[in-house]
């Protein structure tokens, strides 16, 4: 067991964990964020994706061994923030969400995308969201509730 202390959402925390226990499991079983969502387990799916330090990583892949000092944004962390709140409304008004399982990592990762380029062409919002799988949508919802996004925060 190690102690490792990290923030979340603005948030300390300290946690008593074994080292190799993953960041999905502690935000979902140790911290009861149950927003970020496992698909594959296996960092191909992105359902997992959460921001560390402010780059989109998938929290199925990042060990608590890896935590400590480390910041962590999370989808209950988007409605205080004011990139994420425009991304969560345009989204939910575009018609992106539909089963929503995929939803709060497509988020995380858009949020990422428009922090480092707030005016993304089309094909590089579909570029900083390739990680990020959607049964449901076919994609083009998602990248309307992102350009609709991006229009917003440019006013
Ligand atoms: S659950 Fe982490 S990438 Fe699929
Ligand atoms: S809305 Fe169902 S997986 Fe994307």
């Known amino acids: ?3 490792v202390t990290f923030t979340v959402n603005g948030k300390t925390v300290t946690v008593g964990t074994s080292p190799t226990r993953t960041l999905l ?12 969502k496992e698909g594959c387990g296996k960092g191909e799916c992105g359902a997992c994706t959460v921001l560390l330090d402010g780059k989109a990583v998938t929290s199925c892949l ?7 000092g ?9 409605a205080s923030d004011r990139i994420g709140k425009a991304l969560q409304d345009s989204c939910v008004e575009s018609g992106a ?14 949020r990422a995308l428009l922090q ?5 062409t089309l094909d590089e919002i579909k570029e900083g969201l390739s990680g990020n799988l959607c049964r449901c949508t076919g994609y083009a919802k998602i990248f309307d509730g992102v350009r609709l996004a991006v229009r917003r925060l440019a006013k």
């Open 116 to 120: 480092e380029n707030p005016h993304p």
């Open 70 to 78: 480390r910041e962590v944004l999370t989808v209950e962390g988007l």
């Open 97 to 110: 969400v539909q089963c929503g399982y995929c939803i709060p990592g497509f988020l995380m990762a858009a």
């Open 1 to 3: 067991m190690i102690s």
């Open 62 to 68: 990042v060990l608590a061994a890896q935590l400590e």
């Open 25 to 36: 499991d502690l935000l979902r079983e140790e911290l009861g964020l149950t927003g970020t």
